[in-house]
């Protein structure tokens, strides 16, 4: 899947990125990664697992407890953080 940002939401993916970038190094010594592919219009986030994440056992508190709030320290106006292959 290629990634979906509408124009409208270039700056906001750039925050979301960076975001990412900061807990990535905590995946990436699990053996994971996380890539963003999508922000919709209604300001939804889905990302993509890699590697170990995708079958973690951890991965609810992962997504919640890095990713979620990882992301929404630089974007509160997300509504919601979605794992496209969970």
């Not at 970038?21 to 990302?47: C, N, W």
Request: proline content about 3%; charged content about 25%; some cysteine.
């Amino acid at each position: 899947m290629e990634q979906i940002i509408p124009q409208q939401h270039r700056e906001l993916a750039s925050r979301i990125e960076l975001a990412l970038s900061q807990i990535r190094p905590y995946l990436e010594a699990d053996a994971g990664d996380i890539t963003l592919k999508e922000i919709t219009e209604d300001l939804v986030v889905k990302v993509e697992l890699h590697g170990s994440c995708v079958d973690c056992s951890l991965i609810s508190m992962t997504m919640k407890g890095g990713v979620e709030s990882a992301i929404k320290s630089v974007a509160p106006e997300i509504k919601s953080i979605e794992a496209i292959n969970l």
